[in-house]
């Protein structure tokens, strides 16, 4: 039990799946888990544990932006003691051959935001993720075939940017999308010693100016999760 997470430790799996958005958690668990069993509703923060060919796994919302995922990642890791924690979102590309529909797995993630100057003092700090559940998720994309790319992401503080095309300077230095979520996730799996990695659908391309109708972003949705389903029966 925790302050926003209104379940016992062992109702949570140890390897958990984290969408941005609750109402995708439960989308993910009826549609793929088995036995699916809700155990947080506070705030209508879903999350859910099954088991998906007989492993036992949680999908848990973590709400937009890195203050919501830092509090539910938090929680997992420090008083429900998860292992391993897989984002399951989305992004924008900046990069012009990055195509909707493809698949980013996040080996580092930059934030424009101020947490961690704070925390180090006005240094920096390179959140990354685990180097083995991140070759483990690029063997299965490669075993199913998918489009991916991997590298280096954003986790900005701002869907709604005051410099409209501050993108720009990220994609110079070959940032491949944007989010706001991972770079939190990866600095809390450090503090924690547990395993993080961020994977991201394009939902959106910021840089070639097109986007996903809902039904094709259900589809490269349900990719992901698969990709990440299958990973977690290697954990
Ligand atoms: N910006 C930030 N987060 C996002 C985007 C974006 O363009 N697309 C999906 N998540």
């Not at 668990?29 to 506070?42: H, R």
């Not at 990220?170 to 547990?194: D, V």
């Not at 959106?204 to 977690?232: C, G, H, P, Q």
Request: charge should be negative; glycine fraction near 8%; proline fraction near 3%.
């Amino acid at each position: 039990m925790s302050l926003h997470i209104n379940a016992d430790k062992n109702e949570v799996a140890d390897t958990v799946l984290m969408p941005g958005d609750p109402l995708r958690a439960k989308y993910a668990a009826n549609k793929f888990l088995e036995n699916a069993i809700c155990y947080n509703e506070v705030r209508g923060m879903y999350g859910f544990t099954g088991t998906y060919k007989g492993k036992r796994i949680t999908i848990q919302g973590s709400g937009m932006g890195q203050p919501s995922i830092g509090i539910y990642a938090y929680e997992l890791m420090n008083f429900f003691d998860v292992e391993n924690v897989i984002r399951i979102g989305s992004c924008g590309a900046v990069q012009p051959e990055i195509e909707l529909r493809d698949i980013i797995i996040a080996m580092t993630a930059s934030t424009n935001g101020g947490n961690n100057k704070n925390t180090f003092k006005g240094m920096d700090f390179a959140p990354n993720a685990n180097p083995d559940l991140f070759l483990k998720t690029i063997n299965k994309a490669e075993e199913m075939k998918l489009n991916y790319h991997c590298g280096n992401i954003l986790s900005s503080d701002n869907f709604y940017d005051d410099d409209p095309e501050i993108w720009k300077l990220w994609a110079r230095f070959g940032i491949l999308g944007i989010e706001m979520e991972a770079s939190m996730l990866y600095t809390l799996a450090a503090k924690f010693k547990k395993r993080a990695l961020a994977i991201c659908t394009v939902s959106d391309s910021i840089v070639n100016e097109t986007l996903l109708s809902s039904e094709e972003r259900e589809k490269s949705f349900d990719e992901m999760i698969l990709l990440a389903l299958e990973t977690s029966l290697e954990l």
